[in-house]
């Protein structure tokens, strides 16, 4: 469970074993009556469907964590904000994640075909102690089809994991608003349906 201004929201964690918790606490259902992953496969719906800030830790691992990067612009679900914090990386990860997302570095996996037609990925870059600046930009910025943004959030040092993760959930509830979030390891590929499946059985 996160706890944030007395609130309970339903936190999704993804590890590269496959495993998946989802909790839901406090959170009625935005889609009463609706076959919400048949929206979803059909094109989506980003008014009806819940949004979910995405959450992906990076501490020197650059080449992982572009490949999930791939994975995750390629998926069908239509609401969703992606969180890259950085955990004070001491090579040249920054650098490589923004060249990824300029469509300069393409992704090679054997579990995910790489596409050019969604680049450049927008980039919102701020420092995880002073973020106050982006605030207004980052609410007047929305998610499209055809128009994805990444936010880059740099910490100075290595925070750990958890904490690592927790300024990233802090950030996403202050700003994002989220009805649900995601933590999904960096070194993981997802399927294109993965998030509309989840987000289905969260609200059933």
């Not at 990076?58 to 995750?72: A, H, P, R, Y």
């Not at 002073?130 to 089809?145: A, G, M, R, V, W």
């Not at 997802?190 to 998030?195: E, H, P, S, T, W």
Request: aromatic content about 10%; some cysteine.
């Amino acid at each position: 469970m996160v706890y944030s201004y007395g609130e309970i929201i339903p936190v999704i964690s993804i590890s590269s074993t496959g495993r998946w918790i989802i909790c839901r606490v406090g959170f009625e259902s935005l889609l009463s009556g609706r076959n919400m992953s048949d929206d979803m496969q059909q094109g989506g719906n980003m008014e009806a469907a819940p949004r979910v800030s995405i959450i992906i830790l990076n501490w020197n691992g650059w080449k992982d964590t572009i490949e999930c990067l791939e994975s995750v612009y390629q998926i069908t679900y239509p609401n969703y904000d992606v969180i890259v914090v950085d955990n004070g990386s001491e090579n040249d990860s920054l650098d490589q994640i923004r060249n990824y997302c300029r469509g300069n570095t393409p992704v090679q996996s054997d579990f995910v075909k790489y596409q050019i037609s969604n680049k450049p990925i927008q980039i919102i870059e701020c420092e995880s102690k002073d973020n106050e600046s982006i605030l207004s930009y980052i609410n007047t910025s929305q998610f499209s089809p055809s128009k994805k943004r990444l936010i880059l959030v740099k910490n100075e040092k290595n925070e750990g994991f958890t904490e690592g993760n927790n300024i990233a959930m802090r950030f996403a509830m202050k700003y994002m608003d989220p009805a649900y979030v995601l933590l999904l390891n960096n070194d993981t590929v997802v399927d294109r349906n993965f998030l509309t499946e989840l987000i289905t059985v969260g609200e059933s």
